[in-house]
């Protein structure tokens, strides 16, 4: 006690009022306290709990696309499975039967590069090594980063079936890709053929389109002369009679006359990768296109281009042509027609008569002009350089054309010209032993020995450098090239089984349309690349893998179609995995008695990886011994927008040809993690944020909310003033929980106060509760954690912390025992926890799962064991709410007031304040009727008035119609509220206080506190 100036004494009267009481901390020490909540998660097993707890209810299953098990995880692993666990848990807590199984990809490229990079390192040779005993280092290798990347997922928070992960490498799985496999095959979906694929020389195998990724790269440019050998149709004439065939002759010669002027021309074509040219086989000219004969007027003496020389050109392009090719003048001679182009037959222009260096006579072949739908004349010269072992367009439009070469007497043979290794094969005659791309990627020294005997036998127009976007290996990072070889591939038109129409194109275009995306656009994009697509290339021509389960007969070249044989396999990597394949004497074990192994080949390239992931809806979501509680199809797939032209698409593909409906009833895709410049993330820009950084530093709830915050649905942007962000963000949810334990130590559940009981601004917020139950739950079920982070953001700082608590602070701490305002304000916070710390639950796992253990400690307990709360809907009230609208606008204009006053340092505290508050506008005046706008602005009295305003008065001009004055309080202030009163001094016993003070502290010595 102090003296007064009135000789009284004051009392510190901070130990009677209800002040907030918890051990929640302030500050959170996530890094620290995290792994003690997943600890108590492992002890309680909580996932096996949900799942006997969701028995009962209706399956979603979220299917795990698999990581691949070679190497720490990155920022894009954790925003991937942050997302599939925002998911599982919402979903859980929606009411479903959420079960998340995590799995892993095994097989494939990296993991057996790996292998084999030890390899070198050692000094072995990978092709010594038995096969078996080489695979079994990829499984060890494989294992170990299960292990490894199995805890950096749990420490993000996400739970999961982890002691029972799916793996691709599993005997079980192993056996039911084969499965798979046989069952394409057995429907007549599965070839061998020979296209242009794809090829990695660096890793030795073919490549699919999701393999590949597309970088700047620079290449050779040439542009070339193809001369002109003749200008009339080639057909043939054996099957005529003499009178026809002399005939057939003397109309040839007529038109050859008709088009001399095109003799001694040569047809120009512009190419980046000039190591194609010996495997030229045609040019290829567009209909669409208007060409010209060209003549070079005027040009340097030592020039490619030569004064005379004679061009066929697109109009468009020939002077840009003339331009790289230095000529300094030329003429236009004629147009060149499509009919005209079509009988046109060219010289290949490394052909040489009575050349001696092993090139010249052995281009001795006839180069055709075909037309071309590829063919446009926006870049190049018109003309395309046509090699149809090294391009899908130049493939295609040679085998459409094969009846036609046939007739002109052209050999349709595809070459063979580069070997697996990047070298030149015999088959480029004078040229071997020159190699494309070398071990490391490199280029090699083909480009240069194509140009040099091109140069020497006067075929070069010009030559240059360009730089553009080149398909480069997914893995290795280094440039692939496009290479005929025979591969095993499934077809995307043929009709399935002899259905008319079913095919495997028509099932996955269906599939689609049935499919519901997340963002809506991924739709479009995944039928693009369908209906687009060639067909699927499975084998790749590796180890470490499932190999290719079929037996070729070598006669006939049938694939061999026994279900007893296809029986004997699976079983037999179901008990042995698929080194069974690779052992001795396992050609004859799988053919039985019925055949006789030397009459079969046994296929010995391994299964696309995407083929492996594409199949894991049969072994993983139909196992029901295995997994009981998932479904098939999965409700959903979820992963990055790469994922359209990989796990998606090949998913999509397998499941369709083996059930003929897509795998998953909705796609959700999500955009790469950039740097907060927007950059894309890389270690040689030194721009990379790890997880595990991120954990360490601040926790792995902070990776959480910053996920949860973003824009998935695009890019995401993340760096170190972001992430500043993100705290800052949840420090405002974490106090705004904090104060809600705090106060709630006070709660008993004897004091609940019903709903129409209430005051109205309880009743307001418990209308608000209801309305962000409703927004909460749809956003969930629309996977927007965006809106719901920014919702609950703004609802508890805004709503709450800044308005509804900021009001009821007086009375909570203040009230007396027996005061229903204090109770009803009591009973709401209670109903806001329960239900901010449910909906927040998904998010942020660890926070809630700590301030949900503050007020329930028992054994057992966890907010993850619970459903979203069910909000009564008779706490909607609009019309109330509306009232309110009005209320806190009139508040607003007092606190704008009151504000220039506290800055003016007129006020110390809005306690100071009486202001007079004029209004003039009916509405405002009609709701302020019954209500304190004192307790409402927190002032300790308030006057309003319906008058104008003195000028002086201070407004906002959203608000027309009401003004403020700002007045001091009269009277004494409060030693326990510090509301400043004339009736303090009034109660003889309390004379310091209040009077509600006063009733506070008789009950609180009344009832001994």
Request: hydrophobic letters at 40%.
């Amino acid at each position: 006690m102090t003296d007064t100036a009135a000789g009284a004494t004051e009392t510190d009267y901070s130990a009677t009022l209800f002040l907030p009481e918890t051990q929640f901390p302030m500050r959170a020490g996530l890094p620290e306290r995290e792994p003690g909540w997943l600890k108590r998660w492992e002890e309680m097993d909580i996932y096996a709990l949900q799942r006997e707890q969701a028995k009962d209810r209706p399956l979603f299953t979220i299917h795990d696309g698999p990581p691949y098990a070679n190497g720490n995880i990155h920022i894009g692993h954790a925003l991937n499975k942050t997302l599939k666990d925002l998911v599982s848990r919402s979903m859980q807590m929606l009411g479903y039967n959420s079960a998340y199984v995590p799995g892993w990809d095994c097989h494939g490229l990296p993991i057996e590069w790996k292998i084999e990079e030890q390899y070198r390192a050692k000094g072995k040779d990978k092709n010594e090594v038995p096969v078996v005993e080489f695979r079994q280092e990829c499984r060890t290798f494989a294992e170990q980063w299960v292990d490894i990347q199995r805890e950096e997922f749990k420490r993000l928070g996400v739970l999961g079936e982890w002691d029972n992960p799916y793996l691709t490498m599993s005997f079980d799985a192993e056996a039911q890709i084969a499965r798979e496999l046989m069952k394409v095959a057995s429907t007549g979906q599965l070839y061998r053929g020979s296209k242009p694929v794809m090829w990695s020389v660096v890793e030795r195998t073919a490549l699919a389109e999701a393999e590949i990724e597309y970088a700047d790269y620079e290449s050779d440019t040439i542009w070339v002369k193809f001369p002109v050998l003749s200008v009339a149709s080639d057909t043939s004439y054996l099957q005529l009679g003499i009178e026809e065939r002399n005939e057939a002759a003397r109309a040839k010669r007529e038109l050859a006359e008709s088009r001399s002027h095109l003799m001694g021309a040569s047809v120009v074509i512009w190419t980046t990768t000039p190591w194609t040219i010996p495997a030229n086989r045609a040019i290829s000219y567009s209909g669409r296109v208007v060409y010209g004969l060209y003549e070079v007027t005027g040009a340097p003496a030592d020039n490619w281009a030569k004064v005379g020389e004679k061009y066929l050109l697109a109009d468009k392009l020939a002077a840009e042509v003339f331009a790289k090719a230095k000529v300094e003048a030329f003429e236009r001679l004629a147009t060149v027609s499509a009919e005209e182009l079509a009988d046109i037959t060219c010289h290949h222009p490394l052909y040489k008569p009575g050349a001696f260096d092993g090139i010249g006579e052995q281009y001795a072949f006839h180069v055709p002009l075909l037309d071309g739908e590829h063919v446009t004349d926006d870049a190049g010269t018109g003309f395309v350089h046509t090699a149809p072992g090294h391009g899908l367009d130049d493939f295609e439009i040679w085998m459409n054309s094969s009846r036609l070469l046939g007739e002109k007497g052209i050999d349709s043979a595809i070459p063979y010209v580069v070997g697996d290794d990047g070298f030149y094969t015999s088959e480029a005659p004078g040229l071997e032993g020159a190699r494309v791309i070398d071990d490391n990627g490199k280029k090699g020294d083909a480009n240069n020995r194509v140009i040099a005997a091109l140069a020497e036998r006067n075929a070069m127009v010009a030559r240059g450098r360009v730089k553009h976007q080149y398909p480069h290996s997914w893995r290795s990072k280094k440039p692939v090239i496009f290479r005929n070889t025979p591969q095993w591939f499934v077809y995307m038109d043929r009709d399935i089984d002899g259905a008319a129409g079913d095919t495997l194109r028509h099932r996955a275009l269906n599939a689609i349309d049935a499919t519901k995306f997340y963002p809506p656009a991924g739709q479009n994009r995944l039928r693009a690349m369908i209906a687009d697509r060639p067909d699927w290339v499975l084998s790749r021509q590796r180890a470490w893998g499932v190999p290719i389960t079929v037996f070729v007969h070598k006669a006939t070249n049938e694939i061999l179609k026994d279900e007893k044989v296809n029986h004997r396999i699976a079983q037999s990597f179901e008990e042995e995995g698929a080194d069974a394949w690779y052992k001795p004497g396992a050609g004859q074990r799988y053919l039985g008695d019925a055949y006789k192994a030397d009459d079969y080949e046994m296929v010995t390239d391994v299964l696309d990886v995407w083929f492996d992931s594409g199949t894991t809806h049969s072994w993983v979501l139909r196992n029901k011994q295995k997994w009981p509680h998932l479904k098939f199809p999965a409700s959903m797939y979820l992963e990055g927008s790469d994922q359209h032209r990989g796990w998606f698409h090949s998913s999509l593909l397998e499941s369709c040809a083996t059930n003929g409906h897509a795998p998953y009833e909705s796609v959700l895709t999500h955009g790469f993690t950039m740097d907060g410049e927007g950059r894309k993330m890389s270690k040689s820009l030194g721009n990379t944020v790890a997880p595990q950084d991120i954990i360490k530093q601040y926790g792995a709830d902070i990776l959480r909310l910053w996920v949860a915050s973003s824009d998935y649905s695009e890019d995401l942007r993340l760096g170190k003033e972001i992430i500043q962000t993100t705290v800052d963000s949840y420090r405002k949810l974490r106090n705004t929980l904090r104060w809600l334990l705090g106060n709630l130590a006070h709660y008993q559940p004897s004091d609940e106060v019903r709903f129409e009981d209430m005051p109205e601004l309880e009743r307001l917020m418990l209308h608000r509760l209801a309305q962000h139950d409703e927004q909460v739950r749809g956003a969930y079920k629309e996977y927007d954690y965006r809106k719901i982070v920014t919702l609950l953001g703004n609802f508890m700082n805004i709503e709450l912390s800044a308005f509804y608590f900021d009001i009821r602070k007086d009375t909570l701490y203040c009230d007396p025992i027996s005061s229903i305002r204090r109770k009803a304000s009591l009973t709401v916070l209670n109903h806001l926890f329960d239900c901010l710390t449910a909906w927040l639950a998904p998010i942020l796992v660890f926070t809630m799962e700590e301030v949900w253990l503050e007020r329930h400690p028992e054994a057992g307990s966890s907010v993850h064991l619970r459903l979203f709360p069910e909000v009564p809907a008779e706490w909607l009230d609009d019309d109330l709410a509306a009232k309110w609208t009005l209320i806190r606008a009139v508040r607003r204009v007092v606190t704008g007031a009151l504000e220039i006053e506290r800055r003016e340092k007129r006020i110390g505290s809005s306690l100071e304040a009486a202001p007079k508050v004029f209004i003039t506008d009916e509405r405002y005046l009609t709701a302020m009727a019954g209500e304190d706008l004192a307790e409402i602005a927190i002032t300790s009295g308030i006057e309003i008035g319906n008058a104008d305003a003195p000028p002086e008065a201070f407004t906002l001009d959203d608000v027309p119609g009401v003004a403020v004055v700002p007045a001091l309080a009269q009277g004494q202030r409060c030693a326990r509220s510090w509301r400043v009163l004339p009736e303090v001094g009034t109660d003889p016993d309390y004379p310091d206080v209040s009077l509600r003070d006063a009733q506070a502290l008789r009950e609180r010595a009344a009832a001994g506190l």
